[in-house]
Structure formats: structure tokens, C-alpha cells
């Protein structure tokens, strides 16, 4: 870091990477891609392992604080926090009131964050296309599959953590959504949000337990994406393009509700539902609105590379 302009700038990619964990269909992953830290990311979490403890012996804490990235981590770190809070309180709010313009919004986005990795491919040959396509079909069949009903037991919460957290790396496929098709979403979400304001130690635990498949799950996956990208970069980038292609379909802002469950919390939410054009949506489309909002999400992508560009971390 060379100044506090950094900082602040670090954290700001931080909170938009935890604001869009919260919502299904999109990826953290995305905004470290297009913002330029996510090989840095990857290789900052790799950076964890067992042979800390010798280099902890030869040169103490600081040479571990050097290994492991830390100021770009606890700064990345401390921004993803303060988005994930802002998720949980401001964005679901904007998913129960205005779900039609959210969901449009990162529609374009999605859109737009396509097209910029699709970018990176240095020459499309036979390999990338099949790896793009494989993507698309692959993140498209999740977005069709049915919920399962999820498991409040705290050995799927773990499990629960370690999936979703592994999606979070992984532009294109949202954690939040693999929870939702883990019938997770709707539990973990609540109780991320009790834990914050009660401090209830139910919820606590629950979170807790969470937390540490995050940590499992994080530690492993970097490990295999950092040896893709090493090995076999463009077919990696045209996969994580077909992923974000294939995920549009989750995104897309006018569907209607085919059946509903009740939640843990007794609420009745959606439980599958079906893509439809606006002349058959079940509610007011706001087509203005909607595609103004596409427009902006799809713009908002080249302000976020911009912000990247700027910024050069060391």
C-alpha cells in the first residue's frame, strides 16, 4: 500500500465484493476480476499453509505478514465485512421492494463483466470454446435446478460454507445462489442477521460453524484455481466467461414464482421459479425503469475497471 488513497480504494472493491455475495446470481469473484486483484487474491489465500509455522520460526510475525499479503488482505478483508453488513441490511431490503431494478441492474452488469473477462483470452481456439461452452451449460443447469430443502443441522452448515465460499472465488457463480439450491439461503441469511443484532448464541454458533467450512473450503479451492490459472489460463478465462453467460438466467429480472416453501423463520419465500418476457409477468414490470437500470449496471462495470486500473497494489 502507498497511501491512504489505496486504502480506502482496496476496501471500497472489498465492500463491493461482500455486497454482492449477499445477493444470489452474483459473483464476489466478479468484482475481484474486473477490478484487477483476483489472480492477487488467489495467491494471497494460497499463501496460507503449513510452512508458516517455519517461516514464523526463521523470521518471526513480520516475515508471515509479508508471506501472507497482510495489509491487502485485512484491508480486502475489512472492506468485504462492511459489505457483507450492507448486504444483509440494505440489499435485501432493496430484493423485497424493488426486486425487478436490482435484479436488472446486475443482469447488465453480469453482461458487461462477460464480455471484459472474455476479453482477457489471449486467442480462442478449439479448447476455449468447448471450455466456454462447457461453462455456460454447466452455470445454466444450476440456475434451472430445483432447491433442495436444506439441512439446519451444523455438519450441512459447514458443509454449506465451504461450498458457497468456493463459488465466491469463482466469477459467474454466486455463493448465495449455490446456498439457495442448498435450501441454505434462507436459513444462513436470517441468522447471519440475528447473530449481528442480538448476539444470540445460537446464532453465533451457527455463524461460527459457517465460518470455519468458509475457511476450509477457501483454503483448498484458491489452491486449484491458482494451479489453472498457472497452467491453463485462457481455457480457465473462457470458462469463467461461460459461467457468467450461463448464470444470466438466475439474473433475469422478470420471474415469475412457480411454488414457495416457508423458511426457518416461518416466512413463505420463493421456492422455483420461471424466467418470463415482460407481457407475462405476473407483476408490474417497470420496463423503464428496468432497462435503465440494465443500462446502468452494464456502464457500472467499465467504472469499476476504471477504479482497478488506477490503483496498483503492491
Known sequence: MKNNSSFITLALKGMAMGIAEVIPGV????IAFI????EKLLNTIKAFHPS??????????????STINGTFLVTLLVGMATGVIVGVFGVT???????????SFFFGLIISSAIFIGKQVQGWGLTEIIA????TAMAYYITVASPA???????????????????LILPGISGSFILLLMGMYSFVLPTVKTALTTFETESLLIVGTFAAGCLVGLMTFSRVLSWT???????????LTGFM??????????????STRINSKGKEVPFIEESVLPSNYDSEPFLIAVVICMIMGFLSVFLIEKLGSKTTEN
Not at 93 to 103: K, S
Not at 245 to 258: A, T
Open 27 to 30: 459473483s464476489g469473484g466478479t
Open 35 to 38: 477490478t484487477g486483484i483476483y
Open 52 to 65: 508458516l509455522i517455519g517461516t514464523f520460526k526463521e523470521e518471526g510475525l513480520a516475515g508471515v505478514w
Open 93 to 103: 431490503h432493496l430484493l423485497e421492494t424493488y426486486p425487478e431494478m436490482l435484479w
Open 132 to 135: 466456454l461452452i462447457a461453462g
Open 149 to 167: 430443502q436444506g439441512n439446519e443441522a451444523l455438519w450441512f452448515v459447514f458443509l454449506s460454507g465451504a461450498i458457497a465460499i468456493s463459488a
Open 229 to 239: 490459472f498457472k497452467h491453463y489460463k485462457n481455457p480457465t478465462l473462457a470458462l
Open 245 to 258: 453467460l450461463g448464470s444470466l438466467n438466475k439474473l433475469w429480472p422478470w420471474r415469475n414464482v412457480l
